[in-house]
């Protein structure tokens, strides 16, 4: 007698733990359909149609037409960069050599 009694609460027990799981899982497949983006969000295919008539320097950020932007471009191609002094190459190497050694050797501190 004493088994039935226990039993039931456990069976209403089971039975509001699997519709309550039914539920968060059933809402968390929806909320994928509705991920989709606002309406007033330009769509990516007409962004890429649109025609750019002005651009920034890649040297110091500032717009530039797009005239100035190609003869930028012509003068960064045409003049190689300037080179590092080999002094201040031959620190950077050092630099590296040593977080290279260290990460190695820890224990030593030089």
Do not use: C, H
Request: hydrophobic share 45%; net charge positive; aromatic share 8%.
């Amino acid at each position: 007698m004493r088994k039935v009694k226990t039993r039931k609460p456990i069976k209403l027990l089971s039975l509001i733990v699997i519709t309550v799981t039914s539920i968060v899982l059933s809402s968390y497949w929806k909320s994928a359909a509705i991920a989709l983006p606002p309406p007033e969000d330009t769509p990516e295919e007409i962004l890429r149609t649109k025609i750019i008539i002005e651009a920034r320097s890649p040297i110091d950020g500032r717009f530039l037409t797009a005239a100035e932007y190609i003869q930028l471009q012509a003068q960064l191609q045409e003049v190689p960069p300037p080179k590092l002094d080999p002094k201040i190459r031959e620190q950077i190497f050092l630099l590296r050599l040593r977080k290279t050694l260290l990460q190695f050797f820890p224990f030593l501190n030089f």
